[in-house]
């Protein structure tokens, strides 16, 4: 099983930033979509933020004017910037890595946790 590998979750206090990052190894030949996923302690997993090959960007309302998604084609990494952190962003995130466009292939991070705290 393929896993991508993540890097740059923390603790932050309220109001600070952090860079999520997510780099896919070699033996993946094509990588389409890219995002990050979170998930709560007692919540569903939300798709946080998504970027297409072309850098076609989405995110979810609650982070829009904060989050920041980004990729590196020729590094096979996404990036995730966060700013403005808030305790409701507290989470571990998962990045993703979709070998076809449909998203039937996806590999997936181990998740990093990060925790908005003062």
């Known amino acids: 099983q393929v896993s991508l590998v993540e890097s740059g979750g923390g603790l932050v206090q309220p109001g600070g930033s952090l860079r999520l990052s997510c780099a896919a190894p070699?033996?993946?030949?094509?990588?389409?979509?890219m995002g990050w996923y979170r998930q709560a302690p007692g919540k569903q997993r939300e798709l946080v933020a998504s970027?297409?090959?072309?850098?076609?960007?989405n995110y979810v309302d609650s982070v829009k004017g904060r989050f920041a998604i980004s990729r590196d084609n020729a590094k096979n990494t996404v990036y995730l910037q966060m700013n403005s952190l808030n305790p409701d962003d507290t989470a571990v995130y998962y990045c993703?890595?979709?070998?076809?466009?449909?998203?039937?292939?996806?590999?997936w991070g181990q998740g990093t946790q990060v925790t908005v705290s003062s």
């Open positions: 993703y890595a979709d070998g076809v466009v449909s998203g039937s292939l996806r590999y």
């Open positions: 070699g033996s993946i030949s094509s990588i389409y979509g």
């Open positions: 970027i297409t090959r072309v850098a076609r960007t």
